[in-house]
Protein backbone atom coordinates (compact mmCIF):
# COMPACT_ATOMS: atom_id res chain seq x y z
CA UNK A 1 0.00 0.00 0.00
CA UNK A 2 3.01 1.97 0.76
CA UNK A 3 3.68 4.86 3.06
CA UNK A 4 1.53 8.02 3.33
CA UNK A 5 2.06 11.13 5.47
CA UNK A 6 0.87 10.92 9.70
CA UNK A 7 -2.60 12.15 9.14
CA UNK A 8 -3.58 11.07 6.12
CA UNK A 9 -6.66 8.71 5.40
CA UNK A 10 -5.84 6.08 3.04
CA UNK A 11 -9.13 4.37 1.70
CA UNK A 12 -9.09 0.76 0.21
CA UNK A 13 -11.22 -2.31 0.69
CA UNK A 14 -12.42 -3.50 4.35
CA UNK A 15 -11.82 -2.69 8.17
CA UNK A 16 -9.85 -0.42 10.40
CA UNK A 17 -6.37 -1.23 11.09
CA UNK A 18 -4.53 0.81 13.54
CA UNK A 19 -0.13 0.73 12.97
CA UNK A 20 1.18 2.87 15.03
CA UNK A 21 0.26 4.68 18.35
CA UNK A 22 0.27 7.99 16.45
CA UNK A 23 -1.54 6.61 12.74
CA UNK A 24 -4.52 5.30 12.50
CA UNK A 25 -5.25 3.94 8.81
CA UNK A 26 -9.51 3.86 7.92
CA UNK A 27 -9.80 1.10 5.06
CA UNK A 28 -13.10 1.17 3.77
CA UNK A 29 -15.97 -1.09 1.43
CA UNK A 30 -17.47 1.19 -1.40
CA UNK A 31 -21.01 0.49 -2.42
CA UNK A 32 -21.81 1.25 -6.23
CA UNK A 33 -25.28 1.16 -7.22
CA UNK A 34 -27.02 1.98 -10.93
CA UNK A 35 -29.18 4.81 -10.97
CA UNK A 36 -31.87 5.49 -13.54
CA UNK A 37 -32.04 9.47 -14.59
CA UNK A 38 -34.91 11.09 -16.60
CA UNK A 39 -35.34 15.00 -17.12
CA UNK A 40 -38.67 15.75 -16.24
CA UNK A 41 -40.80 18.04 -19.06
CA UNK A 42 -42.79 19.50 -16.43
CA UNK A 43 -40.06 20.80 -14.40
CA UNK A 44 -37.26 20.28 -16.46
CA UNK A 45 -35.15 18.55 -13.21
CA UNK A 46 -33.43 15.75 -13.38
CA UNK A 47 -34.87 12.96 -11.52
CA UNK A 48 -32.84 9.57 -10.46
CA UNK A 49 -33.60 6.46 -8.40
CA UNK A 50 -32.13 3.32 -8.10
CA UNK A 51 -34.18 0.15 -9.54
CA UNK A 52 -35.03 -2.16 -6.63
CA UNK A 53 -34.01 0.06 -3.69
CA UNK A 54 -36.97 1.24 -2.08
CA UNK A 55 -36.44 5.03 -1.59
CA UNK A 56 -33.37 5.47 -3.36
CA UNK A 57 -35.05 8.29 -5.52
CA UNK A 58 -34.27 12.01 -5.57
CA UNK A 59 -34.35 15.41 -8.02
CA UNK A 60 -31.75 17.86 -8.89
CA UNK A 61 -31.50 20.88 -11.39
CA UNK A 62 -28.08 19.54 -12.61
CA UNK A 63 -26.74 16.14 -12.62
CA UNK A 64 -23.98 16.80 -10.25
CA UNK A 65 -26.37 18.07 -7.72
CA UNK A 66 -28.81 14.80 -8.51
CA UNK A 67 -25.43 12.65 -7.79
CA UNK A 68 -24.85 14.16 -4.63
CA UNK A 69 -28.74 13.69 -3.68
CA UNK A 70 -28.95 10.13 -4.25
CA UNK A 71 -25.05 9.36 -2.32
CA UNK A 72 -26.86 10.94 0.94
CA UNK A 73 -29.96 9.52 0.35
CA UNK A 74 -28.23 6.17 0.05
CA UNK A 75 -26.27 6.83 3.32
CA UNK A 76 -29.34 7.73 4.96
CA UNK A 77 -30.62 4.20 4.19
CA UNK A 78 -27.94 2.60 4.80
CA UNK A 79 -27.65 3.63 8.16
CA UNK A 80 -31.06 1.17 8.97
CA UNK A 81 -28.68 -1.71 7.30
CA UNK A 82 -28.02 -3.77 4.08
CA UNK A 83 -30.92 -3.15 2.07
CA UNK A 84 -32.89 -6.53 0.65
CA UNK A 85 -33.47 -5.01 -2.97
CA UNK A 86 -36.12 -5.91 -4.55
CA UNK A 87 -34.82 -6.05 -7.93
CA UNK A 88 -31.52 -5.92 -9.59
CA UNK A 89 -30.25 -3.78 -12.90
CA UNK A 90 -29.36 -5.42 -15.72
CA UNK A 91 -29.40 -2.65 -18.45
CA UNK A 92 -31.40 -0.94 -21.04
CA UNK A 93 -32.83 -2.35 -24.41
CA UNK A 94 -33.88 -0.32 -27.67
CA UNK A 95 -37.43 -1.67 -28.55
CA UNK A 96 -38.80 -0.59 -32.55
CA UNK A 97 -42.15 -0.29 -33.67
CA UNK A 98 -43.87 0.22 -36.93
Avoid at 17 to 38: F, G, N, Q
Avoid at 76 to 91: K, W, Y
Wanted: charge should be negative; glycine fraction near 8%.
Amino acid sequence: MGSSPPGQTVTAPLGVIDTWPSRRIVLLRMKTYTAVVERCPATNLFVGYIPGFPGAHSQAATLDELNQNLKEVVEMLLEDGEPRLEAEFIGTQTVSVP
